[in-house]
Structures are given as structure tokens and as C-alpha cells.
């Protein structure tokens, strides 16, 4: 059963028309600052940022069908499109989906429906040392959109073309859910489940409240992790005043361009060492150490499967992806599919990952049912973009937070295989959130 509901019915939408131009840089934190809700930014290693405020047309959806009830929409209000400007400026839909369908927005996610697309009223975008400002409207004559094109340019070459992150609020205490006892038995009851022959992996996740000395802040949040983690995959959504979902995450979960297909499997972590000779112990480790590599190899084995449903699969060579407070391994894939292949088709075959799910998928789903005592919400999830062609890049929501005033809710997560050791697997969890507690603290 699927719901769906949009600012912009799709029954009664008309052409999509959107104009561009070329403008200074400009502090992409000062541009959401300056514009109210929805706000979404996305950045990612590749040089592409995205920002995105007000909303021409935004779409809500839920239930098991949500990604096909996305896109049929989303086809629908794209079918006629009118854009002025460079391909880089085109109009794109950002957004995102939960962790589990039958997700429901409130507690530690208000304003954050199973699944929400915004094609944003005004849109910032830059690649390379070119940064186009586009305004969107929706069965709008053209020379009005132009107008408001000038309009919103003059209030945009107002703002600074740099802006500092800020201050950290500070971290007065952080409550886990579960606590550490809790979570230990946790991970010893689905090792006993993994044992037992009924699951080969379940990745088992975590929550963190940190009550703040001050309100935070998400877009200075979103900055500092720029600076820290440029890297990775950035993204803030803020649906409403009320909460931002925000992140930097190492994990791509597709990216369609074309007819090509990218994804990433990625899985089994370490630390990092205080000395170039303690980081090459822990590589060794990661290389070497049978526990890592089999979980690596669960998650490529498995994401290679389910692309070979849309396409002839090419799996790379591993290697290690090192990040400045852990270190993963990492498989590249690829796919060659169809011309009719949407990115969104790719996101479902995909979500969720065994890195962020488990095998068989069913079971791991009902096991974390069971398990977690918590909402993971977005979590997880898949968070990105795509535009009229079907084309776009989603990443995995992990090493991600949700804030609201002085409270901020961060996750984390492990897989756990048959020999997972509890204190070790609560060691590594502490590791993962160190992006964001880092930033607040």
C-alpha cells in the first residue's frame, strides 16, 4: 500500500520552467541562511554542490511503493521542461526516503515523511570554479521567470562569498540508546540468531542524544563538516524550522549517469593510528583479518546480485578508503543498464545495502525490527538528487545526525557477523561518531 501527495498534483501539472545565470561565488551557508524553509544542500567529491530553497513543486510518499510513486511523479511534472542555462544549472529534485517504509514522521523526525522531493523555487549549483544561480517555477510564463530570475540574483550577489563555520554550542551530557549493557546483549542475542543459521549479517545501529550548552545550528554544522570532510558525500535536508537531517557520509549508494551505474561496497572498519605505523598496522588488519574481509565481501557479493537484475556487472579491485578518524574497505561496482533505467530504480534495488541492512534482507529487516529500540528514521537511507533525464547520485545516511534547538540525535551502526565480539563492535560504534559529536563539542 502506497500514499502520495504533492504541493503540484501530477495530473494537473504544467510545463516546468526554469532560468539561469552565471553569478560570484557566494557562501552556500549564507544562501540558506537567507531563505526559509525547505532547505537542502548536497555536495559531493566529485565537485558537484547543490543548494535548494522554497519549493516550485515538492511530493510526499509513503508505504512499500514509494520509490516507483516518487518517480511516477516526478515524470509526470517533468515531462514538459523549459530550461534557459547550462546543463550544470538544470533543475534538480533532492531529497530523500526512510529507513523503513512503514516509518511515521514525529518524535526525534518531525516533518520528515517516508519520502519527500523538493524541486527547489531557487537553486544554487556549482562544478569547478563556476557557480549558476536557476529560479523554477511551474506554468509560469517565461519572462516572469526571468524577472524573478534578476531579482533573486541581485539578493544573492549581496551575500558574502565566505562565511566562517562557527562556534561549536558544546556538549553538556550524551545519553545512548541503548546503553552499553543493553547493546552488548544485543549483539550477543543476533550473533546467537547468526549462529543458529537463520541470518549471515545484520547491521545493528545505535542513537546518541547530545543535550547542547547552546542551539545548534545546522547550517555552521554542515560547514565545519565541509572542512573536515571534503571527501564524502555532505548533505543537509530541512524539510521544516522544526529539524535538519544532516551528514557527511564515505558511502555512495548510486550514481547514474548515462547508462553507467556506480556504487560502492562498503564495509569492515578500523581506526585510524597516531603514527604512519600504527594507520599501516590497521590497514594490514583490514587486508588480512578474515572477520573484515568476509563482511566485505557479504555486502559486494550481494550488491553485485542485485544490479545484475538491471545489468552486466563490472566488480573492482578492493581497496581502502581512509578517512581523518577511520578507515573502510571499499569495492567498486558498476553497471551497464537500459536507457529506461531511472536512478531511482537502481536506489530501490539497492536500499537497503547488507552494510546498512543485513542478509538475507528480509530477515536482518524483522531482526532489526525486533532489536532496535529506536527510530532510524532517515538514517541509513537514501539521501540525493535526480533530475528530468532520470540521472542523479544518492549517497547512504550514515555518519549522520538529526538537530533540532539544543538537542542533536547522531547514529551509528555495525555489522555483525557470526564472530562479532561485543566489546569490540561497541569500541568501533564510538569511532563512527566522532564525525559530528567532533563538530558539536
Not at 19 to 32: I, K, M
Not at 104 to 118: D, K, N, Q, R
Not at 231 to 241: A, G, N, Y
Not at 300 to 307: C, F, G, Q, Y
Request: glycine residues 10%.
Amino acid at each position: 500500500m502506497s500514499s502520495l501527495s504533492g504541493e503540484t498534483a501530477a495530473a494537473d501539472t504544467g510545463t516546468v520552467v526554469s532560468r539561469s545565470c552565471r553569478v560570484d561565488a557566494v557562501s552556500y551557508r549564507g544562501f540558506l541562511e537567507a531563505n526559509d524553509a525547505p532547505r537542502i544542500h548536497w555536495a559531493d567529491p566529485d565537485g558537484l554542490e547543490l543548494s535548494g530553497v522554497g519549493a516550485a513543486a515538492r511530493v510526499t510518499a509513503s508505504g512499500g511503493e514509494r520509490f516507483d510513486a516518487v518517480r511516477e511523479w516526478a515524470d509526470d511534472l517533468l515531462a514538459e521542461h523549459d530550461h534557459g542555462g547550462p546543463d550544470v544549472a538544470r533543475p534538480r529534485l533532492l531529497g530523500g526516503f526512510s529507513f523503513l517504509a512503514d516509518h511515521e514522521a514525529g518524535g526525534s523526525w518531525p516533518g520528515f515523511p517516508p519520502a519527500e522531493f523538493v524541486l527547489p523555487a531557487v537553486q544554487l549549483a556549482s562544478a569547478g570554479d563556476e557557480t549558476w544561480l536557476t529560479v523554477t517555477r511551474v506554468d509560469e510564463d517565461p519572462a516572469a521567470v526571468e524577472d524573478e530570475l534578476e531579482a533573486a540574483r541581485d539578493r544573492v550577489e549581496s551575500l558574502p562569498a565566505m562565511q566562517p563555520g562557527g562556534d561549536a554550542p558544546g556538549v553538556e551530557q550524551t545519553v545512548p540508546t541503548p546503553d552499553a549493557d543493553a547493546w552488548r546483549d544485543q549483539v550477543g542475542d543476533v550473533v546467537d540468531r547468526i549462529q543458529a543459521g537463520n541470518l549471515r549479517k545484520v547491521a545493528l545501529a545505535t542513537a546518541l542524544r547530545a543535550d547542547l550548552a547552546g542551539d545548534v545550528e545546522s547550517r555552521n554544522l554542515l560547514e565545519r563538516l565541509r572542512q573536515r570532510y571534503p571527501e564524502c558525500f555532505r548533505f543537509l535536508v530541512e524539510p521544516t524550522d522544526d529539524a535538519a537531517f544532516l551528514g557527511a557520509t564515505p558511502e555512495r549508494l548510486a550514481t547514474l549517469r548515462g547508462d553507467t551505474v556506480e556504487t560502492t561496497a562498503l564495509a569492515g572498519s578500523v581506526g585510524r593510528g597516531d603514527t604512519p605505523e600504527e594507520d599501516a598496522e590497521l590497514v594490514a588488519q583490514l587486508r588480512e583479518g578474515e572477520k573484515l574481509r568476509h563482511e566485505q565481501r557479504l555486502v559486494t557479493e550481494d550488491i553485485a546480485d542485485r544490479l545484475r537484475a538491471l545489468g552486466d556487472v563490472i566488480i573492482g579491485d578492493r581497496g581502502v578508503r581512509t578517512l581523518s578518524n577511520i578507515q573502510h574497505l571499499e569495492t567498486p561496482i558498476e553497471a551497464d543498464v537500459g536507457d529506461d533505467v531511472h536512478v531511482l530504480d537502481v536506489v530501490e534495488a539497492l536500499h537497503p545495502t547488507p552494510a546498512v541492512g543485513g542478509l538475507p534482507a528480509v530477515a536482518a529487516l524483522d531482526t532489526i525490527r525486533e532489536t532496535e529500540s529506536f527510530d532510524r528514521g532517515w538514517y541509513a537511507a537514501p539521501v540525493g538528487w535526480f533530475d528530468a533525464d532520470g540521472e542523479g547520485t544518492f549517497g547512504v545516511g550514515i555518519r549522520s545526525a538529526v538537530t533540532a534547538e539544543r538537542e542533536v540525535t547522531l547514529f551509528a551502526g555495525n555489522g555483525i557477523v557470526a564472530d562479532s565480539d561485543p566489546d569490540e563492535e561497541y569500541e568501533e560504534i564510538q569511532l563512527k561518531y566522532r564525525p559530528i559529536l567532533d563538530e558539536l563539542e
